[in-house]
């Protein structure tokens, strides 16, 4: 059964607010103009119905005002410190990721959320624990051994604890502090998360030793760039549009700082440090993009991805 708060204890800062306000304005099609590149091809989707759990890869996402429909829809709520359970957190929350979230049936616009079944990753033959059951909650207090809720909508000032490990040349070592959710959301920062296979591919060929696989990062779009596409191409994207198919038009707000997410054992994945470590000794931490929403509409597997560089004015 999912519970309702109110009110949170709110520090730190998000990037969220670095997006500009038209680029989540309601309405209609945009009308965008400028010169269009091809850059790329979406090869993958990822949606994550409960945050810090892992999600679900379908082949078609609608995409919203506020993001992807049903992303980070649900959360866990943690009454003793007032905040939303994340991985960010790991010494509290890490056991997150070894559950796997998916909607009981899509979530479709301007309709309540369906519920959600959560159950292992690895499908253990243990069954899956339903949002709508009354002893939700109370499986993941005895899980974490703290007493936890299921919330649906976020409470005001919602915020959580992140932990920097010690990674050279980040502001933070070994530290927790608090960041402060967008306002009516369970995202970290801006909504959506896009990364290239050319960054991931430059990662592997400067730490042939790690293992970047794409799920670490926890994207919602995978976008294949072209034959000769090298490094770390998409932040020369910053300040651009995106068109991807035929409706679907995202601002590029900058790249994405990594966190120590991308170093927890996840799925198939072991814990790995030297992953954060290695992305900051060759791109200041950042792998991947940042996205907001100018236009909403569907994406799907195989949608090309133009970049839109904006007329200058006469």
Known sequence: MLFSASSALAEGKSCYRSCPASALRMGGPQRITGVQELVGTVQTLWRYPVKSMLGDSPQRL?????????DRAYALWDHASGRVASAKNPRLWQGLLRYRAR?????????????????????????????????VGAFFSDLFGRRVSLLDIPPDGASLDQ????VEGRAFQDETNALELPAGTFFDACPIHAITTATLER????EPQCDFAVERFRPNL????????EGFVEESWSGSCLRIGEQLVLRVDGGCPRCV???????????DLEILRATARHNGVVAGI????VAPGPVAVGDPVRLLRQDQPP
């Open 290 to 293: 940042r996205l907001s929403v």
């Open 103 to 135: 909607f009981l049936e899509e979530p479709v616009p301007a309709a309540p959320l369906p519920p959600v079944l959560i159950g292992p990753q690895q499908g253990d033959g243990a069954a899956e624990i339903c949002s709508g059951d009354t002893d």
């Open 62 to 70: 609608d995409v919203e005002a506020r993001g992807i429909r049903g």
């Open 203 to 206: 990662l592997r060929q400067l």
């Open 163 to 166: 932990y920097w490990p010690p």
């Open 222 to 229: 995978l976008i294949r760039t072209p034959e000769g596409a």
């Open 261 to 271: 997410v991308t170093t927890l054992a996840q799925g198939t994945l072991g814990e």
